[in-house]
């Protein structure tokens, strides 16, 4: 009888032990989708970037491409304004000298003319539409599905709705410098812990309310 029981009580202790084992594989088996980010090679440093850790990996991204594409010198760091539909969003874009990362900031009604600095997203009194999103594209899989769609597996983003905070800490002479943190996930669930987030840009005013002639 005893011998019944111990054995028993080691195959009770083996499935236990057997299963914990699983659990701890699968917490931590690699997520193939975040693999690129141990290879990613940062810019060497500039006046102007967006960068930061994701998962501990350090990305700076200062790269522009205006030799091969010269509207990027505006639309990569522009300030779209149309006061006749109340259009306020500000894009700030840059890649990695490879291009096979790219990280954007958008702001949709940030006012940030008028603001007062430092500006803080979210806030209390936010305004119909005003948030902030950070975007981290593996441009290396890019194509490999439809960008937003159930697939993108990609395309890392969230919102000041959903985790992000940012922060403007300067806006002088249309640069605007800052802070940003939080979290950022795929469609298809992966995610990635954004730290030491930091950008300067320069700002380019788009009036789209004003006529453009030929």
Not at 193 to 200: A, D, H, L, T, Y
């Amino acid at each position: 009888m005893k011998n019944a029981l111990l054995i028993l009580f080691t195959i009770a202790l083996f499935s236990s032990c057997e299963k914990k084992y699983e659990v701890a594989l699968t917490q931590t088996k690699p997520d193939p989708d975040k693999e690129f980010l141990k290879t990613v090679k940062p810019d060497e440093k500039s006046e102007y970037f967006i960068s930061g850790e994701f998962d501990g990996h350090e990305i700076y991204c200062a790269s522009t491409f205006v030799d091969r594409y010269p509207d990027n010198s505006t639309v990569l760091n522009a300030l779209f304004i149309n006061n006749l539909i109340k259009l306020d969003n500000i894009h700030l874009v840059r890649f990695n000298k490879l291009q096979d990362i790219r990280i954007a900031i958008y702001f949709d009604q940030a006012d940030i003319l008028n603001r007062a600095i430092p500006y803080t997203l979210p806030h209390q009194n936010q305004v119909l539409c005003e948030r902030v999103e950070v975007q981290l594209l593996n441009l290396k899989k890019a194509g490999s599905a439809i960008q937003n769609s159930q697939n993108d597996n990609f395309s890392f983003h969230s919102s000041s709705y959903k985790g992000i905070t940012l922060v403007v800490t300067s806006f002088k002479d249309y640069i605007m410098e800052g802070t940003f943190k939080g979290n950022i996930r795929t469609n298809t669930g992966s995610s990635i812990i954004v730290e030491n987030g930091k950008f300067r840009i320069k700002l380019k005013i788009v009036d789209q309310s004003k006529p453009v002639y030929n």
